[in-house]
């Protein structure tokens, strides 16, 4: 099954707090600070220049957050706290570092909820979800995402509610079946953002509206919704912009224009490293990396997929490393070191099975239902009121209305029953097919790898035409019983001596295949590289030599 690579956003501002009516630049706001008034006044002010740097200046802010958290400690003010907590996690978040920004996030959330401010609380929900998302727990991040959503709507948070929108609609990205769904949250997201002209939101929903279209063909329609974002981000001169550049040098890259598409993934990658945003750094590095390859320059692609790959590990971003280790085992068959190609190949494929499991799948299902629930049930608990209100007029229409009521709710507690009964099906048939899907696509992965390394083996094996040089009159059967074999043949020429090894390994299949690769490789370096020629010497060499790269002691069981 096919996961998207989409990006994954935070929308974190936006939650008015500002110590001021009117607006103040940023040198004024810091120059203000250094005048020392230790009140209220002064941590607000150190809050909003955490708001002003927490993007291009990730450092920075937590200095000025931690002086901030400290004063409102001191003055026992609460709702100060909370925010300074906030901007430490925003601070980590930005440079990778999630286990700490976790931990600010957290503290953040009970502050907020011990002070009853549920626009702090929605926001905190949104920023662990953001957390859980990046580290492929997709279920906990929807249920904090549905949480976010509920309260965001309960008190009318409009940059909220498109805030957690583009989220789950970045959860239901991940797979190819629920890619519809994803589309509508995002464009609800958008009707939202323009409406209230929230130049961050129309930026980050396009940038996402952009990825479906050019994982779908559609590079055209992709390209468009790109500018329009980097347009909303420059506009709002904020906002995810190194990212939406290297999209757009994804387009050109595909289209081959080389030279738009290395313009615009260099200046991502200036950009992110500005803003020290290490996912986005990898994200630059490896569209960098998947161009220069596509290009047909292994060498610079090489480079930046080990960058890559030394970043993504650095901050446990599993959706950048798992698309890091295809393309280094792309490089690496492109370049014919196969071993090097099928190691990255079983890490793609190992890396692969963690991302999206059926389990989470059944609980984004139950979750994306419980709030359909949620909602429906506060609709009702609205018209209950209305009903309640109209009845005050007088008896005979309170009796009337009450009686209409009642056979409504009859009506509709028979109709839910049916309702439901239908989704179950409905559920239980989705998800034995899905279970049907995974099961063949896991078996068709399989028996890929065995063919790929079937393929590998078979390239390292003496070519034909070297052996019709070296004897003429010759025949090979070679007949693997398991599609790779256990059994393997080599021939050398040194100087007039001809080398010729027929080898049967321990072990069949991919276990015997490996042993045969080692065997190659080692009857390389002892006749080719060393000029060993004496057939019992060969023997012992290879032998000792087994044992050392097996690590083998001797002990029981081995």
Known sequence: MKFLKVLIVIILSGLGYSGYSQKVDLKTMIGNVNKGRND???????????????????????????????????????????????????????????????????????????????????????????????????????????????????????????????????????????????????????????????????????????ELFMVKGDNKRALVYFEKSLDAFKKAKTGNISYTLINIGKIYAKDKYYQNAFKYLEEALALAEQNNSKLEISQAFLGLANTYLQKGDTQKALSFFKQAEKLTTEIGALSERKETYNGLARTYAKRRDFTNAYHYQLQESDLKDTLFTETSQMQLSQLQLQYEIETMLKENEVLKRDVKLNETKNRVQMLAIGFLFLGFIVVAIFTGLIARANKQRKIANAQLLEKNELITSQAQAITDSIIYAQRIQQSVLPPEEFMQQLIHDHFILFKPRDVVSGDFYWFAKIEKQLIVTVADCTGHGVPGAFMSMLGMSLLKEIVLKEYITQPDIILKKLRKEIIRSLGQKGTVGE
């Open 40 to 210: 209220t006044v002064e941590v607000k002010l150190l809050l909003d220049i955490c708001d002003s740097l927490f993007r291009s200046k990730p450092v920075e802010t937590l200095q000025y957050g931690t002086t901030a958290l400290d004063l409102a400690r001191n003055l026992r003010y609460q709702k100060g706290e909370a925010y300074a907590l906030k901007y430490l996690g925003l601070g980590y978040f930005i440079q990778g570092k999630y286990v700490n920004a976790m931990k600010y996030f957290q503290q953040a959330l009970e502050k907020f909820e011990a002070i009853g401010d549920k626009k702090g609380i929605a926001n905190m929900l949104s920023n662990i979800g953001v957390i859980y998302n990046n580290e492929s727990n997709y279920a906990k991040a929807l249920e904090l995402y549905l949480q976010s959503l509920k309260i965001s709507e309960e008190i009318n948070d409009s940059i909220r509610a498109v805030t957690v929108l583009i989220n789950i609609g970045l959860i239901y990205s991940k797979k190819e079946s629920t890619i519809d769904k994803a589309e509508e949250n995002y464009l609800k997201a958008l009707r939202i953002s323009e409406q209230i002209n929230y130049l961050i939101g129309i930026g980050t929903v396009t940038v996402n509206l952009g």
